[in-house]
């Protein structure tokens, strides 16, 4: 349900191209943080792997590093910004070995507001000849995200990448009120061109809500390369921002009304009969 203080505010879904440097990364994300704020973004999303995107086995070795200093990094920049900040997938260890690909939002004074633990792990071979098997170092998660509630920026659910292609977890969300979906991605560039998109756009419409998808870009490392396209989409579907293929930022205004005259005109999720 829509929180009836929220007001209009700009919302950005940031794009990097990460690499296997911490440090470097978390300085690239700042610029565009900085870049979104200037542009007026109460609320920034960062993409999957935003801190580190190399070998697996080096995301294992460095992932009590990774951790420390990501979630440092997003409450620091919450609060120099006075911002709303969606770390969008990080390794955080745990007692198995394994790491869970964690999405955490902050918000503006520096106090977790909402963690998610991907659910849905990539192991797939792509028909481009590459093989991902993300499960060898990821536990998955088992809990279904939480809408987290705000004041002024509405009800917000989480998500990861290949969360995308499972309906049912948004569906989950919708029905617990959710007015912004995020899904932030490292979407591989074989797949992206294809699905990504009307994914996204599926997923905003079926559900009424906003989409905010920030989005890795470009060749990161070894033959990874990802798609890019970071979108901000509206409750019909309609693509208010898109980043391109190039490092940047999606920035869109996140509407109440918008969402209310959508609903109005589209009243699906009324007509539910399966829930």
Partial sequence: MLIESMKSYLAAAIQMTSIPDVQSNLATAEEFIDLAVNQGAQLVGLPENFAFMGEESDKLSQSDNIALETEKFLKTMAQRYQIAILGG??????????????ALLIDSSGQELSRYRKVHLF??????????RESSTVMAGTELPQVCSTEKLGCIGLSVCYDVRFPELYRYLSHQGADILFVPAAFTAF??????QVLLQARAIENTCYVIAPAQTGINYARRQTHGHAMIIDPWGSILADAGEKPGVAIAEINPSRLEQVRRQMPSLQHRVFV
């Fill in 89 to 102: 997938g990080f390794p955080v260890p745990t007692d198995s070995g394994k790491v869970y690909n964690t």
């Fill in 123 to 132: 192991d797939v071979n792509v028909p481009d000849g590459n093989t991902y």
């Fill in 191 to 196: 797949t992206g061109k294809d699905h990504w």
